[in-house]
């Protein structure tokens, strides 16, 4: 019997979808974690990290909200830029609502700028979302605030740290309290739309941009070319880091290859613990000058093949 001190509020599903977009660096990707609770996007401190949408799915009662991880958008000058452009523009296409993350610690630049003036024009609902405030002098935070506010009309400011989770639960439940009523479009222990193939070469790529930061440039790629599930349990993985000149394959390689051992032992790892069983990670690297002009890696790592 249903009780009849529930409102109905309370037990109907509401569902929508947030697009989470900003510069790079903001730290959209670390806030994506941090609401969905998990690790379901790559970080690093190096710029352009995420390459593609990646959808992380948080849980507020009985609110399902789908948080468009975008890559950070810019000024592209190659194809691969402007895929990655293209898709963090995509994601905010018919978003119940448009969340501007802002690294709060630069406030408005040359990059944020053009980005507030493009969602000005723009007919979703927005909100600000304001991240790194733990290490923001308040003045400047509420100066900031009081700009965004007059520039770009926000529905709501939200202040928070992605990474000591300042304000996470808050903003949380307010997306949630946002939301459309609907059905949940997920089942409840999902926490991503990423596949297990993607997750595992976006995992090497971090590892890469995270032990070779200041060595390597962005022109990297890894590409899962087989995913096989064994009888016993386990998972084998093999994959190519793809790089763009023979000088960079020493670096990724490393002195005798510990380097790309290293990469492929931490790597595994945070493989096992993410899909629960043995992983057994083959590496290996190939010079490909024009990787970034191959049509199918653009679908293995889910970019659409622009123009």
Not at 38 to 45: G, L
Not at 130 to 144: S, Y
Not at 165 to 170: A, T
Not at 202 to 226: M, N
């Amino acid at each position: 019997m249903k009780d009849m001190h529930t409102s109905s509020s309370e037990t109907e599903q509401h569902c929508g979808l947030v697009a989470i977009v900003g510069a790079p660096n903001a730290g959209k990707s670390t806030l994506v974690n941090a609401l969905v609770g998990q690790k379901i996007a790559i970080i690093s401190p190096k710029a352009q990290t995420t390459r593609t949408r990646l959808m992380g799915i948080a849980l507020a009662g009985q609110t399902q909200i789908l948080l468009i991880d975008t890559p950070g958008i810019f000024t592209p000058r190659k194809r691969f830029d402007r895929a990655m452009v293209a898709a963090a523009w995509g994601g905010a296409e018919g978003a119940d609502l448009v969340a501007l993350v802002i690294d709060a610690t630069s406030g408005i630049t040359r990059r944020t700028e053009p980005l507030i003036e493009a969602l000005k024009a723009r007919s979703e609902p927005k909100i600000v979302i304001l991240n790194k405030v733990d290490i923001t002098p308040k003045a400047e935070l509420l100066a900031l605030a009081q700009k965004l506010y007059t520039e770009l009309e926000p529905k709501e400011l939200f202040m928070v740290s992605a990474t000591t989770g300042d304000g996470i639960d808050d903003l949380r439940q307010a997306l949630a309290n946002m939301m459309p009523v609907g059905p949940w479009h997920f089942p409840e222990d999902q926490v991503s739309d990423v596949t297990d193939r993607m997750m595992a070469a976006e995992i090497t790529r971090e590892q890469i941009f995270l032990q070779l930061h200041d060595e390597l440039p962005y022109a990297a790629a890894v590409e899962t070319e087989k995913y096989e599930e064994r009888a016993d349990g386990s998972v084998a993985i093999y994959q190519q880091i793809l790089i763009a000149r023979e000088s960079q394959k020493a670096i990724v390689v490393g002195h005798h290859g510990a380097r790309l051992k290293e990469i492929g032992s931490v790597a595994r790892t945070e493989l096992s613990k993410l899909l629960g069983c043995k992983v057994h990670l083959f590496l290996h690297v190939k010079v490909s000058p024009k990787w970034d002009e191959d049509r199918g890696l653009y679908s293995e790592i889910g970019l659409d093949w622009v123009k």
